[in-house]
């Protein structure tokens, strides 16, 4: 038997992309000084996570979120 699970990834989001419609997030690991989660990001907020090492371009490209897509776990 297969089920289904849905797993929320928390959003993070800049002041000025939260709440916008339309924002391009991304996943990324992200670090709360108590757990590492995988979450969803605005480019701002990733990019202020890492000011020493910034991820390029191609990075958020392979990690992007599609619009309205689901993180979906396939669990056995």
Known sequence: MTTTITIVHPAR?????AGQPG???????FDDGHNV???HGCEHFIRSC???NPPPAEWLAERAVAPGAACIATAR
Do not use: N, R
């Open 13 to 17: 989001t800049c002041a000025g992309c």
């Open 50 to 52: 890492y000011p020493d």
């Open 23 to 29: 924002v391009q997030l991304y996943h990324f690991g």
């Open 37 to 39: 989660s995988i979450a």
